[in-house]
C-alpha cells in the first residue's frame, strides 16, 4: 500500500467513521509502534488517552528533560493518602507513546477515563461492603499498585474475569498468550503496510469476544465505558473528523456502540465522590512485571523495554547485553558463545514454526549456551534484565507534598539516592554522613515509609557499625504523602509520630521499643514525652512478664545512646527501676506455671540476664549493684521447688557461666533434679534448661565429663513408660546443637565412663581430653597460626635482611 493510500485510508479512518480507535495492550512495544506509526499517519487535531482527567494539568511535564519513565500517575485521596491509584507508564507503553507524540507535534491530549475523583469513592465504598459482609470478592485488592487506575488487553483490573488475550491466543492454537502476542504483533514491523490493520483486527476480536460474554461484563465497565463515551463526543464536537483514541482493546467495541446521551448519562448518575490530589512519581520495571500483583502487568518488561529500543537485530543486541551481565558477573563468556545462542536461537524459532525469536527461545539459548545448562546464572539473568531494576525519574516541579520534598533534599545532601536494585549499605556512625543516614533511615522506619530494613553486617558487630539493605518502591511515595499528615519535614513528621504513637501504646513494652527507636532516630524533642509516659507505665504495669520484656530495649537504648553521644540519664533511671520492680516480682511470677507459661517466662530470664549485664554494676544513681541483687534473684530461682523445672535449670547455667556457682554445686544441684524421685519429665525440664536454647550447653557437656555422667546416667534409668513422654523435650534439647558437638557427645557416651576423661577428672581417652596440653598436636598448628599473623619460620630472614625475631619484638 502506498503512502498515499495508507493517508487516504487513515483520514478515511478519522473522518467517516468517527473516531479512530486504536485498540492497544497496555505495556506492549508492538502495540506502542503501532500507534506511533498510526498518528504520523492520521495526523489528528487532538488525542484521547485512556487515564484519570484529572492528570491533563500534569501532561506538559511529561515533555521536561527531568522526566524519565517508567512512571506512574499517582491519585490518592486527600484525607486519606493511603486510598490511591497508580497508571504505570513505560517507555514502551503506547499511551506513552501517544502522550509524547501529541507533545511534540504540539496537538491537544487529554485523559478521558472516568475521573479519579470517582475510582477511588467507588473503591471506598465496595471496601465498606465487603467488610460488612454484604459483597464477595475485591476490587483492587491491590489498591496501592493500581490495578484500578490501568487495565491491560489481558486482566482489565483485579476482578475476575475471563483474559481476552488467552481466549486469542487459544483459539490461533498457542497454549501461551505472550507467546502469541509476541508472534501475531512484536514482531510485527512497525508501519509495514497499513498501519490501521492490526486495530482494526484486535477491534474485530475484542468484538466477538464481548459478544461472548453477553450480559456479565462489569458494572464498572460499563461506568467507565460510558464516561469515556461522553468525552468521545464532547471531543468530536471541539475537533470534528480528528479525534484519535488510545485505549484498552477491550474497551473499543463499546467505544464503537450506538448509545444514547441519556443512557450513558444515566449510569454516571449519583456516583460518589472523593476530593484527590494527582501528581507523577517514578516506576519501576519490576512493579510492571505480573508477579507483582499488578492487573495488568507484563511478564518480562525487560525484554519489552528491549524489543522497543532496539533498532535492528534485536536477538543479536539482546544476547551481547545478557553476555555483559554474565561477564559482570565473572563468568566466562566469549563471542564465540554469543554467536553460537544466537544460531540456536534462530533454529529453536524455525522448528516451533515462529516468525523470530521470541523471548523463549532465546532463553532457552541463554540457558544451554551461556550458562552451560545452570539455571543459576539464568535467574540472575531473568531477574537484572527480562524483568530489570530501572527505576523512572520525575522533574522536581511536579506536585509533591511539602514532606516529600524535604525527604528529596535530605536524599540529595546525604547522597542517597533511591535505586530499585535492593543494595546493603554500611554505615560507620562514626562518621557524620553516615549518621545522619542513620537517621534518615529511622526516622522513615517510624514514619512506615519501609525504604530501608537492619541488617545484619558483614564488616563487623560493633556498636558503631550498622547494615541497611536498602530497596526504593514506588508504593513508598504513597508512604510518604501519608505521613505527610504528621509534618512538613521528615523531622518534624517522626517526632509527631513518635509522641501520637507513645500515647496509643497498650503495652509498656511498645513504649520502650518506642524509646529506642527515637533514640536511633535521635529526635530530641519526642523523646521527653515518651520518657513520661514510659515512667507513668512502668510504675502501673504489675505484670513481671512485660516488666521483663520492656527492659532489654531499654538497656539497648542507653547503649545506643552512649554510641550517638544522646544524654540518657532519665532513661538509666527509669531501666534502672524497672530492672528492681523485676527482681522483686520474678520469684512470685515464676511459681505454678504450665510448660507454655514456664518456657515463655525462661526466655524472659534471659533477656533480664543479658540486660543486667550490659546495664553495669552501678548504672543509675541510689540503684546500688544491680549485678549483685540479679545474682541473689538467681540463687532464689535455682533451689526453689515451686519453680518450674527449665527456669532452675537455667538460672543454674547462667550462675555457672559467670562464675558465682563452682562446678561442684553445679554437678550437686543436676544431681538433685534428676535424682529418681524427680518425675521424669520435670528432671528433662531442668535439662533444656540448663543444656538447651542454643546456649552453649553442648559443649560444657562435652568438657565436663560430671554433668554429662549425671545426663547419661538419668537417661538410661528412665523407666520405659516415661520414656517417650520426655523424648520429644530431650530431642528439642540436643537438636539445636552442632552436628560436631552431637558427634563428640555420642563417641563419648559410646565409650562409657571407663575410658572417657575429661579435665575434670584427669581421665585420659579421647584425643584432646587431658590433664596437660598435647604438644605434639600444638605443635602441628603452630605453623598455620603463623601463617595468619603472617610470620614466617622462626629466625628466618627477609629480603631486607630483618629476621622474624625483630619482627615479633615490634610488634609486641
Known amino acids: ?60 511535564l511529561a515533555a521536561d528533560e527531568g522526566m524519565r519513565p517508567p512512571v506512574a500517575l499517582l491519585a490518592h485521596a486527600v484525607d486519606e493518602p493511603g486510598r490511591s491509584a497508580f497508571w504505570p507508564l513505560a517507555e514502551f507503553s503506547p499511551e506513552w507513546v501517544a502522550l509524547r507524540w501529541a507533545l511534540d507535534h504540539d496537538v491537544p ?49 483485579s476482578e475476575v474475569r475471563s483474559d481476552p488475550l488467552a481466549a486469542l491466543a487459544e483459539a490461533a492454537g498457542y497454549d501461551d498468550p505472550e507467546r502469541w502476542w509476541e508472534d501475531v504483533v512484536e514482531h510485527r514491523g512497525a508501519g509495514e503496510g497499513d498501519p490501521l490493520a492490526p486495530f482494526a483486527a484486535l477491534e474485530e476480536a475484542m468484538g466477538a469476544l464481548r459478544e461472548t460474554e453477553g450480559d456479565t461484563e462489569h458494572d464498572r465497565d460499563l461506568v467507565r465505558e460510558a464516561y469515556m463515551r461522553l468525552q468521545v463526543r464532547a471531543a468530536q464536537r471541539e475537533f470534528p473528523g480528528g479525534v484519535a483514541v488510545v485505549c484498552g482493546a477491550w474497551h473499543v467495541p463499546a467505544l464503537r456502540r450506538k448509545t444514547t446521551v441519556a443512557a450513558d448519562r444515566a449510569l454516571l448518575k449519583g456516583l460518589p465522590k472523593a476530593k484527590v490530589d494527582m501528581t507523577w512519581v517514578p516506576w519501576t520495571h519490576r512493579r510492571l512485571s505480573r508477579s507483582s500483583g499488578y492487573g495488568a502487568g507484563i ?90 531494576d530501572a ?43 553516615d549518621t545522619e543516614r542513620s537517621r534518615l533511615l529511622h526516622r522513615l522506619l517510624l514514619l512506615g515509609v519501609g525504604w530501608g530494613e537492619p541488617a545484619a553486617s558483614r564488616v563487623g558487630t560493633g556498636t558503631f557499625r550498622e547494615t541497611w539493605r536498602l530497596r526504593w518502591e514506588p508504593e513508598l511515595s504513597v508512604r510518604v504523602a501519608e505521613a505527610g499528615v504528621w509534618g512538613t519535614t521528615v523531622l518534624s513528621a517522626a517526632t509527631a509520630k513518635a509522641e501520637a504513637d507513645a500515647v496509643g501504646a497498650q503495652h509498656l513494652a511498645e513504649v520502650t521499643v518506642l524509646a529506642e527507636r527515637c533514640l536511633l532516630a535521635e529526635l530530641p524533642d519526642a523523646l521527653p514525652a515518651v520518657m513520661r509516659i514510659l515512667a507513668d507505665r512502668a510504675a502501673l504495669d504489675t505484670d513481671v512478664g512485660q516488666l521483663a520484656q520492656a527492659l532489654p530495649a531499654l538497656v539497648r537504648s542507653l547503649r545506643y545512646g552512649d554510641v550517638r553521644g544522646t544524654d540518657t540519664g532519665a532513661l538509666a533511671g527509669v531501666a534502672a527501676g524497672l530492672a528492681e520492680r523485676v527482681f522483686v516480682g520474678l520469684p512470685p511470677a515464676c511459681a505454678a506455671l504450665d510448660a507454655d507459661g514456664a518456657e515463655q517466662m525462661r526466655r524472659h530470664v534471659d533477656a533480664v540476664h543479658e540486660a543486667v549485664g550490659l546495664l ?150 579421647i584425643p584432646g581430653f587431658a590433664p596437660e596440653p598435647d604438644g605434639a598436636r600444638a605443635d602441628a598448628v603452630e605453623p598455620v597460626v603463623r601463617l595468619l599473623l603472617g610470620l614466617d619460620n622462626e629466625g628466618s630472614a627477609d629480603s631486607t635482611g630483618s629476621t622474624n625475631s625483630d619482627l615479633v619484638g615490634v610488634e609486641a
Not at 480507535?21 to 487535531?45: E, F, M, Q, Y
Not at 558463545?337 to 525469536?357: D, F, Q, S, W, Y
Open 391 to 433: 527505576l523512572g525519574e520525575v522533574p522536581e516541579a511536579a506536585p509533591a507534598v511539602p514532606l516529600q520534598r524535604d525527604l528529596a533534599r535530605t536524599q540529595r545532601r546525604l547522597r542517597l539516592k533511591p535505586e530499585a536494585l535492593e543494595r546493603d549499605l554500611e554505615l560507620d556512625l562514626r562518621k557524620e554522613n
Open 616 to 765: 553495669g554494676d552501678d548504672p543509675a544513681p541510689g540503684h546500688g549493684d544491680l549485678r549483685a541483687r540479679w545474682r541473689k534473684v538467681l540463687r532464689v530461682l535455682s533451689g526453689r521447688d515451686t519453680v518450674p523445672g527449665v527456669i532452675r535449670g537455667r538460672a543454674v547455667r547462667l550462675l555457672l557461666d559467670d562464675g558465682e556457682l563452682p562446678a561442684e554445686e553445679a554437678a550437686r544441684l543436676m544431681g538433685l533434679a534428676l535424682s529418681p524421685g524427680t518425675p521424669p519429665a520435670d528432671a528433662a525440664a531442668w535439662i533444656e534448661g540448663f543444656v538447651g536454647g542454643g546456649s552453649g550447653g553442648g559443649m560444657l557437656l562435652v568438657h565436663d565429663e560430671r554433668l554429662l555422667g549425671l545426663v547419661d546416667a538419668w537417661l538410661t534409668g528412665v523407666p520405659a513408660e516415661a520414656f517417650t513422654d520426655v523424648l520429644p523435650l530431650l530431642r528439642r534439647t540436643f537438636s539445636v546443637y552442632e552436628p560436631g558437638v552431637r558427634r563428640t557427645l555420642g563417641e563419648l557416651v559410646r565409650r562409657g565412663p571407663g575410658a572417657r576423661g575429661s579435665a575434670a577428672t584427669g581421665g585420659i581417652g
Open 1 to 60: 500500500m502506498t503512502s498515499t493510500e495508507v493517508q487516504s485510508r487513515a483520514n478515511a479512518g478519522v473522518q467517516g467513521r468517527g473516531p479512530l480507535l486504536l485498540g492497544v495492550r497496555h505495556h506492549g512495544p508492538g502495540s506502542a509502534r503501532a500507534v506511533r506509526a498510526a498518528l504520523v499517519a492520521a495526523r489528528p487535531r487532538v488525542v484521547l488517552i485512556e487515564g484519570p482527567p484529572e492528570a491533563d494539568a500534569l501532561v506538559p
Open 109 to 157: 491530549v487529554r485523559f478521558f477515563d472516568l475521573p479519579a475523583t470517582h475510582t477511588l469513592a467507588l473503591r471506598a465504598r465496595t471496601e465498606e461492603t465487603e467488610e460488612t459482609g454484604e459483597s464477595e470478592g475485591s476490587e483492587g485488592s491491590e489498591g496501592s499498585e493500581g490495578s484500578e487506575g490501568s487495565e491491560g488487553l489481558e486482566q482489565a483490573d
Open 299 to 388: 511478564d518480562s518488561p525487560g525484554w519489552y523495554g528491549h524489543l522497543f529500543d532496539a533498532p535492528d537485530r534485536p536477538v543479536e543486541r539482546w544476547l551481547t547485553k545478557v553476555a555483559g551481565l554474565l561477564r559482570e558477573e565473572d563468568r566466562i563468556v566469549s563471542s564465540a558463545h554469543v554467536i553460537e545462542a544466537v544460531r540456536l536461537a534462530e533454529t529453536l524459532a524455525v522448528m516451533r514454526g515462529r516468525p523470530l525469536p521470541g523471548l523463549t527461545e532465546t532463553t532457552d539459548a541463554v540457558r544451554a549456551v551461556l550458562c552451560e545448562g545452570s539455571d543459576v546464572p539464568l535467574g540472575l539473568v531473568r531477574d537484572r534484565l527480562i524483568v530489570g
